[in-house]
């Protein structure tokens, strides 16, 4: 069952336990200063986008959590189903979010190296060409939604892939996620207007692809 398999998931990110009480989800620290993205991306959309919106979708996921354990304890089966969509959707915001802002880094780290740009080669031919095909899926989501790159286990490859609103990739897809852009108006709009292609094509200038690299040597087992 989706519902299941994002709480799995999200079980893994950051937690605060009070005594006795179950573990509570908590907003990440980001890893560099709101204005550290500058000017790909400005203080303001940061501080907006971390401390207002992903903060929403932790506090809504720790309620729809809480209704969940209830109805479970109560064996109400109908609120269980019922609280799909929103485990589905702050659930899957706040694990987009926690990758996002690990995804990208002060001034960007520089091509891919190792494992990575091996895989990044053998799959698509080339760094640019990679960078592409990702830009072109991420631009065309329709509404709201995120690009992907991410792993498919079972073929051993790199895969481009683009999820609506919060759908949060392995849970929908089964592709372990390694690199995210949000294409929610929240993430860019303030700065680039309806320019999203702008926007997008920034964003590689702050991708840390160091973090992409760990995350997918982890996801290959090494």
């Known amino acids: 069952m989706l519902a299941l398999r994002i709480t799995k998931q999200v079980a893994s990110l950051p937690t605060v336990t009070l005594g006795s009480v179950r573990a509570k989800h908590s907003l990440p620290d980001l890893p560099y200063d709101y204005n550290s993205l500058e000017p790909v991306i400005s203080a303001e959309i940061m501080q907006l986008h971390h401390s207002k919106h992903?903060?929403?979708?932790?506090?809504?996921?720790?309620?729809?959590?809480?209704?969940?354990?209830?109805?479970?304890?109560?064996?109400?089966?109908?609120t269980v189903i019922g609280l799909h969509g929103a485990l589905k959707f702050n659930g899957g915001g706040h694990l987009n979010h926690s990758i996002f802002w690990q995804?990208?880094?002060?001034?960007?780290?520089?091509?891919?190296?190792?494992?990575?740009?091996?895989?990044?080669?053998?799959?698509?031919?080339?760094?640019?060409?990679?960078?592409?095909?990702?830009?072109?899926?991420t631009v065309a989501v329709q509404g709201s939604g995120w690009g992907w790159l991410g792993y498919n286990k079972a073929s051993g490859k790199l895969q481009i892939a683009a999820c609506a609103n919060q759908d949060p990739l392995e849970a929908t897809t089964g592709l372990?996620?390694?690199?995210?852009?949000?294409?929610w108006e929240h993430a860019y709009y303030l700065q680039y207007k309806n320019v999203r292609p702008d926007y997008v094509k920034a964003i590689y200038e702050i991708a840390n692809w160091n973090d992409v690299g760990a995350r997918l040597e982890t996801a290959m087992g090494q």
Do not use: Q, W
């Open 54 to 78: 992903h903060a929403t979708y932790v506090n809504n996921l720790n309620m729809a959590e809480e209704k969940l354990a209830d109805a479970v304890a109560k064996s109400d089966v109908s």
């Open 103 to 137: 995804n990208l880094c002060p001034g960007g780290s520089g091509d891919p190296a190792g494992p990575l740009a091996e895989a990044i080669k053998r799959d698509f031919g080339s760094f640019d060409a990679m960078k592409e095909k990702l830009s072109a899926s």
């Open 176 to 183: 372990v996620p390694l690199f995210g852009i949000d294409v």
